[in-house]
C-alpha cells in the first residue's frame, strides 16, 4: 500500500478535523482579486463583477476511479484538480478558485493526506487556482474526493456544445488514447507485482503513457492559443471519456452529423507500438479510451488558415448534417456509423 510507504505515520485522529484542514491548507496562497475569503469561515466570498461565473464539480472514489496501488496520493491530487479545470477551460474560460472535500478513514495517516495536498497544492501553483474551502469528513475504508471549480468567462466567449454547425471543422488538442494505455500498463505492472514482489519492470518504453495517466494536464494553454489566434470555437469539450463519446455529445447536443477521418486521428509513437505490443486497435483506444483530457471542438471554415499548421492542433474531421450521421471514415474508405463505444463499431469490421 502506498501510504504504508512513508516512515512517520501520524494518525489523523491526533490532530482531529480542525487541525487537519489547518494543516492541510496553511500553505495555499490567494491569487485571485475576486477571492474575498478563502479557507477558515463558514463559506467562501467571490467577487465577480462583468463576468459570468462557471462551476464544476467531479467526485473520485477509490476503487472506482482510482487504485492507490499504482497511483501515488500526490498524483492523485494533482490529477483531482486537472479533471475539474479541464471542465472549466472546455466552456473557453479561466479557472480561478477550487473547493477540495475528503472522505477519508483512519486507514490514512497524516503523511498520506500531506502528499495528496501536496498534489493539489502543485496544482494550484501551476495553474493559478485558489484553493478557497472544501469539507472534509470520515469513511469507513475507501477515499473519496470531491472538487469544485470555479472559473470566470466573459458573457460573449462561452462556448457550449450545442452550438456546432454544418461544414464547421472537427479539431482535437493534443494527441489521443495514451492515458488508457498507461494504465493497461500500470495494471499489468500491479500483476507481475502481485506474482513477484522483487521484479523491477523496465517502463521507459511506456514513460509517456504512464504520464498522461497518472499525470495528465489540463489545456490552459490551448484555450489562450485559440485567444492569441482569435478563433472562438463554435463548440467545445474535453475528452474524458473518449473521443468517439464526446463527438457524439456535440453532434446531438448541436443536432448535427459528422464525418470523422481515421487517418488524421493523433497518436502518439508508443500508443502506436504499446498497441501493437498488446494487439490492440489503436483507433479503437484513441476513440473509447478516455482521460485524455484534450479539447474537442469545432471551428467555422474562415479559421482554417489560423490553425492548419499549429503543431498542438489536429483537423480529424468535420460537421455534416443531421440526416448524414455520426462517422468513422476508416483508412480503407469505409463509412462506420460511431457509437459511444467506438469499440463494438470496430469489432464489426
Ligand atoms: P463548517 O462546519 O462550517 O462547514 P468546516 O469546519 O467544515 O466548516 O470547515 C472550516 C473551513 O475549512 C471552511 O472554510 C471550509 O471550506 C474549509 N475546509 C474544510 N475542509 C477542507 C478541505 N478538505 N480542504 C480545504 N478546505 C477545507
Ligand atoms: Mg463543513
Redesign the pocket.
Known sequence: MIEDKNQARTSLSELG??G???H??QN?NIQHKSTI????????VIEMTDKQILVTTDMLIEGVHFDLSYMPLKHLGYKAVMVNLSDVYAMNGNATQI????AVSNRFSLEAMEEL?EG?HLACKGYNID???????SSTTGLLISITAIGEIKKEDVVYRNSAKPTDLLVVSGDLGAAYLGLQVLEREKQVFQVNPDSQPDLTNYSYLIERQLKPEARKDIVKLLKDLEVKPTSMIDISDGLSSEILHICTQSKVGCNLYEDKIPLDPQVISTCEEFNLNSTTIALSGGEDYELLFTISQEDFLKIKANPHLSIIGHITDESEGVNLVTRANQQIKLTAQGWNALQKE
Open positions: 478535523e480542525f487537519l484542514i489547518n492541510l491548507t495555499f475569503k478563502g479557507v477558515g469561515d463558514d463559506a467562501a473547493a477540495v472535500s475528503i495536498y493539489i484553493l478557497i474551502g472544501g469539507d472534509t469528513t
